[in-house]
């Protein structure tokens, strides 16, 4: 029997099968579904799986996930409008932690501007100037994260920075 090979498209369903999934996760039942839903000619096994690092750590922490939510919804199978309601529910909580990670990546770049201008000859007097008449503020605050910034990234330490560090430093910004 000929090794089923996983493929750019089959893989990114497989990712997408293991995280929308719900109730009891199995490699069995994964393999299963996995055949089923990408409709694969053969069956795909577990080791096949198993051979993809991303796959692999998908599982185990959807399996966490699962796990550490334990009869969170128990639901009677008749019952369609409440499954349907508790779906709502956990999109939106996904969408609201997915919301969270978001504010914090902004959060995060916006106290690596504010040290990075500082480090540019900006003290604090001139970074919290108001801003000049005639600026659409609101356009401002309506705009997205940059593409380019990696949120990964926006997770780095920085140091600390102070008033009274600032207020020693007081060095123009052409004193490069």
Do not use: F
Not at 27 to 54: D, G, P
Not at 108 to 134: F, H, K, S, T
């Amino acid at each position: 029997m000929p090794k089923v090979i996983v493929d750019d498209i089959t893989h990114k369903s497989i990712l997408r099968i293991i995280s929308q999934w719900r109730g009891k996760l199995t490699w069995k039942l994964l393999c299963e579904r996995v055949t089923r839903e990408c409709e694969l000619k053969n069956n795909i096994s577990r080791h096949t799986l198993l051979a993809y690092q991303e796959i692999e750590i998908a599982y185990s922490e959807r399996k966490k996930m699962l796990n550490s939510e334990g009869s969170h919804h128990q639901l009677i199978p008749e019952d369609k409008q409440l499954e349907n309601v508790y779906n709502r529910i956990d999109k939106l909580e996904i969408d609201k932690k997915r919301l969270q990670s978001e504010l914090n990546a902004m959060r995060e770049q916006v106290v690596r501007w504010m040290y990075n201008l500082y480090q540019m000859g900006l003290n604090m007097d001139e970074m919290n100037a108001p801003m000049p008449i005639g600026v659409n503020k609101e356009e401002l605050i309506s705009r997205n994260i940059p593409k380019n910034v990696d949120p990964q990234k926006l997770n780095e330490s920085l140091p600390k920075i102070t008033r009274a560090a600032d207020n020693r430093r007081k060095r123009s910004r052409y004193d490069y």
